[in-house]
């Protein structure tokens, strides 16, 4: 039996899938989900759940006490485009929610910890293609700075107290079951609901802008290899770089194109698009596939086949 677990964001876009796969791998009364409001119906109805404010942590170390729980994946933060909308908001909920679960690991009140980060800490001089796992780190939003902030954080606590901390630079996510929550990668899955209702999409970001993505399968595989991977074998304690695959939105209007006929693509890009400029488009991962044995499965053809099949029903 796998000692229990509590997902703090489990209703965002990835902690509902991760919900539902940690569930499937462990049981669900060992994973208890956790969000400051309600799910869907799905979620709330798979497994025990508890509202929860990320920055409270009396009540966070209550959950912990009273499920005994063994393993946090914090998931809960304000993305990048609506960091920049509420910049002290931001700040506060992913900087304070990151330190209550660092503080009960290093108070042995838990014993594992993972917390993800994301290719917005690289900035507009970091090297853009094939970006290494260690460079320039400039990054220029609000998520991108409380992002390597917490990076610097969970390499200091795992050093100064131990704390086993475990960590992947997200690239940009597509999900069909849960909606993003204000990215800039959002368009990559807006565009599939669009193409199924409308035959059209209005994109806001330019058709050449190329930046790294994975479908949400191989993000949830690759956050519980890390988890269930020994200790020994993470040597990267700030953040893993992780790859699946780069492309632009005008490559990806085409790959819908062959499934949709007569789909178009019309480009407006937006204040996200100078965010997306900031960051790589494509990023080496070697130290995630030598040491953990990370390995992608979908490109971008096998990602727009599962996004409208699933989306159709």
């Not at 990267?236 to 693509?265: C, D, W």
């Amino acid at each position: 039996m796998h000692n229990p677990i509590l997902i703090i964001g489990a209703c965002g876009q990835i902690g509902t899938e991760l919900t539902f796969e940690l569930r499937n791998k462990y049981g669900a009364e060992n994973v208890i989900a956790s969000d400051i409001r309600e799910g869907g119906e799905a979620l709330m109805q798979s497994g025990p759940f508890e509202l929860l404010d990320a920055t409270n942590y009396s009540a966070i170390e209550d959950v912990v006490m009273h499920y005994e729980i063994d393993e946090v994946y914090l998931m809960a933060a304000m993305l990048s485009a609506t960091a920049e909308k509420f910049p002290m908001r931001a700040w506060n909920l992913n900087m304070n929610s990151l330190f209550n679960v660092l503080n009960l690991a290093k108070d042995k009140k838990i014993s594992k910890v993972f917390w993800p980060s994301s290719i917005a800490v690289f900035g507009p001089n970091t090297p853009k293609n094939n970006t290494p796992q260690n460079t320039i780190m400039e990054p220029s939003t609000v998520y991108g700075i409380s992002k390597q902030s917490g990076e610097r954080w969970c390499e200091y606590y795992h050093k100064k107290y131990g704390v086993d901390v475990r960590s992947v630079r997200y690239p940009g996510l597509i999900s069909w079951k849960t909606m993003p929550g204000g990215g800039t990668t959002d368009y990559a899955v807006e565009i599939y609901h669009e193409a199924l209702k409308k035959g059209s999409y209005e994109c806001f970001l330019d058709s050449d802008t190329e930046l790294p993505m994975m479908y949400m399968d191989d993000a949830i595989r690759a956050t519980i290899n890390l988890m269930d991977s020994p200790s020994e074998k993470i040597k990267v304690r700030s953040s893993y770089n992780l790859a699946g695959m780069n492309f632009t939105p005008k490559q990806m209007a085409e790959s819908i194109a062959k499934h949709i006929a007569g789909f178009e693509i019309r480009y407006a890009p937006d204040f996200r698009q100078e965010i997306a400029d900031s960051w790589p488009s494509s990023i080496d991962d070697a130290a995630a596939r030598r040491e953990w044995g990370w390995e992608p499965r979908f490109d971008l053809a096998q990602t727009t086949e599962a996004m409208l099949k699933n989306l159709k029903g």
